[in-house]
């Protein structure tokens, strides 16, 4: 088994992709050149300018080509650089790709990609840090995936790229040099979260880079006897609430955190639903961790200010066990 | 000037596609107005039937054709069913889209009409897309953008052109320039000279046809779609016409000159022109008349079909949002 960075699993996931299905291309800025962030290197020199192409500095135009194209009969990976640039593409996104199928009563589909990376990267302040995913969670019509590992940014590029809905990936382009063993042949099903360790004292949800902090926060709550269980969400639409759920039922505690800003995050639907399903079964306080609703800095001092870390994760298992009932 | 002499059939039809047209959207009006049966709001074309007529006779089935809120004569005339169309416009069953679109989202995509779009400019972008995927699949079908004038104000007008031009895509962008952006002068928004300007700027082939006389159209057509299959590259059409109604149906248009639409009828209604070529070059009377007849029987018909329709299943409104995460499933 291959052991890959989490940058190129994605690029194996591309190439493998286009080696099997000629109607699959990319398009982007600078992708002839390999990416912004290297996830593209090698793959104009397989596949010509033609399925590797870059594209004028136009994200609404990406975006609403990549659309068109997509309509008929060919399958765009559509590279917006940072997720932050894509708000220049919204309404293609949002009125147009989200909505075309319904509208038309059926009559179209939208097999695309939209790679949107996203999430703190050291100093990059304001325009090109954000975590917007639960914005996304919130469009009808659009499939919302947060890969957090080299296996999945295999796994979930692969089955990105073969689905016939409009997947929105977000990928944490502060992780693109972890590595971690490759396994090609593991297929991902959309909604199907992995538990990404297993305890029986209190359910910890989380998604991308956030799950490996969490995965990090339950070894240190291990060695103060604390059998934390980690699930790491992996796709925001669908969620998989069975997992939540079946988790919750056993451990009766529940910690959800994530990076992006808490007001309006996905992890209060995660905590609602559990109310609603599950409220009663609770043994202690529900714990949401999330960035404070502030603006993230240039200055490394302000930028932590904003930041969930491993260590709060431990911190908010240790207090929802505490005020146990 | 032009003489429909020299293809008194092409001629004939021409006439015949206005006329559909019009009688279709003269029900539209009145099932919205006197019947209330059309709910939402639908932008009338009347008076600017010609572009569509003009532009569709030379377009093949398969060929791409993406359109405005005011695309309801450009969708006929691509060969769309008219009873399909009522009956989108009333939300029925069996409408184009299943009740679900309604006029601003009209398409019918087994005759290449991918959509009429409620966001002002937005298949623009789209349009360019569609030709890079044919340019992509090697096929040689071609694709029409329609916009209004207003549109060419919002970015996607730049950023569709310049990404057709670059790509060298078969596409053709037409401007139907009706004059007006809902209540506003659309000149009184307008920087430089406007669409073919612009479009000459970015190294794009331009040509101004009069928007209502059907034959320049069709033969300006007709030379621009021979350039477009032997290749490209990309072409704009700017076809000066005018909106006779409201902005919608609703809309009385009380901030024009009275008279302002009443002359331009007198002078410039498409189909009193076309008419005039006719019998001019030896159409009958009673012909020309006969070729109204039929589509105000047609379009009656339909709507009186369409009203008899049932309005689509409620269960409806949970289909085709998305495969995986269906709220077919699961809502929420
Ligand atoms: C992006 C956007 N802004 C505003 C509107 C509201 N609106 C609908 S039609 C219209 C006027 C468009 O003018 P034009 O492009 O000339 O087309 P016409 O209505 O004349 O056919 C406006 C402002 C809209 N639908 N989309
Ligand atoms: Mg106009």
Excluded at chain 1, 176 to 203: C, H, L, N
Excluded at chain 2, 93 to 109: L, P, R, T, V
Aim: hydrophobic residues 40%; contains cysteine.
């Amino acid at each position: 088994m291959p052991k890959l960075s989490y940058r190129d699993a994605s690029l194996a996931a591309v190439q493998h992709s286009m080696r099997e299905d000629q109607t699959v291309w990319c398009v982007g800025e600078d992708l002839g050149r390999g990416g912004v962030f290297g996830q593209y290197k090698g793959l104009r020199e397989e596949f010509g300018e033609e399925r590797i192409s870059d594209a004028p500095i136009s994200e609404a135009a990406i975006m609403g080509a990549a659309f068109g194209a997509a309509m008929i009969g060919t399958r765009p990976i559509v590279e917006m650089r940072f997720s932050d640039f894509a708000l220049c593409a919204t309404d293609e996104l949002v009125n147009q790709i989200a909505k075309a199928r319904f509208m038309f009563g059926g009559q179209s589909r939208a097999p695309m990609v939209i790679r949107k990376p996203m999430g703190l990267w050291r100093s990059s302040a304001a325009q090109h840090s954000q975590s917007l995913e639960s914005w996304y969670a919130h469009i009808p019509g659009l499939v919302v995936v947060c890969p957090g590992t080299p296996q999945d940014n295999y796994s979930m590029l692969m089955a990105a790229i073969a689905c016939d809905d409009p997947v929105v990936y977000l990928e944490h382009k502060g992780i693109w040099d972890i590595e971690g063993e490759v396994d090609f042949s593991k297929k991902y099903e959309f909604g199907k979260a992995k538990i990404r360790r297993e305890g029986s004292d209190v359910t910890i949800v989380s998604w991308s880079n956030t799950a490996n902090l969490a995965v990090e926060a339950a070894e240190a709550l291990s060695g103060q006897g604390v059998n934390a269980e980690v699930i790491d969400l992996r796709s925001l639409w669908p969620w998989d609430k069975e997992a939540v759920l079946q988790s919750v039922a056993k451990t009766g505690h529940l910690v959800v955190a994530h990076e992006s800003v808490a007001v309006g995050g996905f992890g209060a639907e995660i905590v609602a639903t559990v109310a609603e399903k599950a409220g009663h079964t609770l043994k202690g306080p529900v714990r949401r961790l999330g960035a404070p609703r502030s603006l993230v800095s240039y200055a490394p001092n302000l930028e932590d200010m904003l930041r969930v870390t491993s260590e709060m994760i431990v911190t908010a298992a240790q207090e929802t066990l505490e005020k146990a009932n | 000037m032009t003489s429909a002499g020299h293809n008194f059939e092409r001629g004939r039809l021409l006439l015949e596609m206005m006329e559909r047209i019009r009688a279709f959207e003269e029900q539209a009006c009145l099932a919205a107005e006197r019947d209330k049966l059309v709910l939402g709001a639908i932008h009338p074309s009347i008076g600017q039937e010609a572009v569509a007529a003009g532009i569709m006779h030379n377009l093949l089935k398969d060929d791409i054709l993406l359109s405005t809120h005011r695309g309801h004569g450009h969708t006929l005339a691509k060969g769309a069913s008219s009873l399909a169309m009522m009956r989108e416009l009333l939300g029925r069953e069996g409408g184009c889209c299943g009740g679900k679109g309604g006029s601003m989202h009209i398409a019918d995509f087994d005759v290449g009409m991918l959509g009429a779009n409620g966001v002002v400019g937005a298949n623009i972008t789209i349009a360019a897309g569609a030709a890079h995927a044919i340019k992509l699949l090697g096929d040689n079908r071609i694709v029409v953008d329609i916009f209004g004038d207003g549109a060419i104000n919002r970015g996607p007008f730049l950023e569709g052109m310049n990404w057709a031009v670059v790509f060298k895509l078969p596409i053709l962008f037409i401007c139907e320039d009706n004059q007006y952006s809902a209540t506003t002068r659309t000149s009184s928004m307008t920087a430089g000279d406007g669409a073919a300007a612009r479009a000459v700027s970015l190294g794009m082939q331009s040509t101004t046809v009069d928007g209502n006389d059907v034959e320049a159209i069709a033969d300006t057509m007709a030379d621009i779609a021979a350039r477009l299959r032997a290749g490209g590259p990309p072409e704009l059409l700017h076809a000066k016409t005018y909106r006779r109604t409201g902005h919608t149906s609703f809309d009385p248009a009380t901030y024009r000159p009275a008279n302002e639409a009443t002359e331009e009828e007198k002078k410039n209604d498409p189909i009193k022109r076309q008419r005039a070529i006719l019998l001019a070059a030896g159409m009958s009377e009673a012909e020309i008349q006969s070729l109204h007849e039929n589509a105000q029987k047609e379009m009656i018909d339909v709507l009186k079909k369409a009203t008899d329709t049932p309005f689509p299943a409620n269960e409806t409104a949970f289909q085709d949002v998305q495969d995986i995460g269906s709220p077919m499933v699961e809502a929420y």
